[in-house]
């Protein structure tokens, strides 16, 4: 039924309006850059083809913007900008901005989308009307093959003819059954036609006027930079109230009470020691919660033992039965690794909070270049990464350090959650691990 109904469908029509409106644009722009190009070199020997030559690539810019836009209509392909023109630190004048416009490589790049886009948007322009034309027109063909009998002396389409009478034209029922099957077939390949010629023109697009490999992965290095500095803040200032209302708290308050046994102790002794003994009970309440938050920072069994054990210690803390299963035989680098073992933690504590299940999977894997955890619960289902959710600060936390987060949930369940990190050998051990609890 796919087969059938695209000749009809919208994306068809859709790459048909682009390859047609794509020759009056490529000769346009053709006409306006190659023009501007050539005075340009001539007067290169004077000072007037220097900016004549920069207003040449502004002008490709700005035609390549109009592309974009073309293509994001009618392809719906999103390319994105490219890089800006950058001035040096050595001025702003008007020699900067001509030198900026000059150096700048996707000013060049849009320069040579003008070029090489005429002769492959006619070659895209013919061959596509010829086929739709053809088409349509061979599969109709029994629908107007009267016109030729009764409006010419030809009986019906001529194939072939001499100029002497004799020819071949096609006005028999089997002749014109199988021409309107030869159309029917056209008309049946014609997108599938469509789709080769703007596949290519979607290559174009995305490699000649959006932003080079390398200003992409600036960018990408940028915002993963911002990301992971909004994480360690936030990171910092939890750490930072935690502190504050827990561990200090009670210090305190356990200062406080230590300060009222020394003084009972020589009128009260038995209530200086009831005091002594409620300040032992706030050490080790103090000392618990100083040990969650070290966990929380870096856990010891961590830096010890790897991830096995401290995925099994995860499991095990979970509200629900976890089956863990680790297979990898040496252990990532230690940042890694920390992502690994926080991801798997978040994971865990949202089956505990949300998702309403009675069982839950972990499995850590090595897989050539790639580490994955997989984490499956037999919940209700309905996680997603939607902005705001915890989910989808996760997915930017890996994605910080070219991770990944795939999420399987359909209403109902079960869902299937899967960080892929990148793979980094272990370079050292820390000299310095955080020390076990003491009991």
């Not at 492959?120 to 010829?130: E, I, K, M, P, R």
């Not at 056209?186 to 010629?197: K, Y």
């Not at 629900?320 to 035989?329: A, E, G, R, S």
């Amino acid at each position: 039924m796919n087969l059938l109904r695209a000749p009809l469908s919208g994306r068809t029509w859709r790459e048909f309006g682009y390859l047609l409106t794509g020759l009056p644009v490529a000769v346009t722009a053709f006409s306006v850059l190659i023009t501007l190009f050539s005075a340009s070199a001539g007067l290169l020997v004077t000072f007037v083809g220097v900016p004549l030559l920069a207003f040449t690539l502004l002008t490709a810019r700005a035609l390549g913007q109009l592309e974009r836009a073309r293509a994001r209509a009618l392809l719906g392909l999103d390319v994105a900008e490219p890089e800006p023109v950058g001035l040096s630190a050595g001025g702003s004048g008007p020699m900067a901005r001509i030198g900026a416009v000059l150096k700048n490589g996707a000013s060049w790049r849009h320069l040579l989308y003008g070029i090489v886009y005429f002769p492959w948007a006619l070659f895209s322009f013919v061959s596509g009307l010829v086929l739709w034309t053809c088409g349509w027109s061979m599969l109709t063909y029994p629908l107007w093959f009267w016109v030729f009998p009764t409006w010419t002396d030809q009986p019906g389409l001529q194939l072939y003819g001499d100029g002497e009478g004799n020819g071949v034209w096609l006005d028999s029922p089997p002749e014109i059954a199988l021409t309107s099957l030869a159309g029917l077939l056209l008309v049946l390949g014609t997108p599938w036609w469509f789709r080769a010629l703007t596949a290519v023109d979607r290559l174009m697009v995305s490699g000649l006027l959006g932003p080079s490999r390398l200003a992409a992965r600036m960018w990408e290095l940028e915002s993963d930079r911002v990301t992971v500095t909004d994480t360690a803040s936030a990171d910092l200032r939890r750490i930072e109230r935690d502190l504050h209302d827990g561990a200090q708290a009670r210090l305190v308050a356990l200062a406080m009470d230590l300060g009222l046994a020394k003084e009972k102790l020589t009128e009260d002794p038995e209530a200086a020691a009831r005091m002594v003994d409620e300040a032992h009970g706030e050490v080790k309440a103090a000392l618990t919660e100083l040990r969650d938050l070290a966990r929380g920072i870096h856990p010891a069994i961590l830096t010890d033992r790897g991830l096995d054990a401290a995925l099994s210690s995860l499991a095990a803390r979970c509200t629900i039965p976890v089956t863990v299963t680790v297979d990898t035989t040496t252990r990532p680098a230690p940042a890694i690794e920390s992502i690994t073992y926080f991801t798997a933690s978040e994971l865990l504590q949202n089956i505990s909070k949300h998702a309403n299940a009675h069982h839950a999977t972990l499995d850590l894997w090595r897989t050539d270049n790639r580490l994955l955890l997989q984490v499956t619960d037999n919940g209700q289902g309905g996680a997603t990464a939607h902005h705001g959710t915890g989910l989808a600060g996760l997915a930017e936390r890996l994605d910080s350090v070219d991770g990944h987060l795939l999420i399987h949930s359909p209403p109902g369940g079960p869902t299937t959650i899967t960080a892929g990190l990148p793979w980094r050998d272990r370079t050292k051990t820390p000299t310095n691990p955080l020390p076990e609890e003491t009991p």
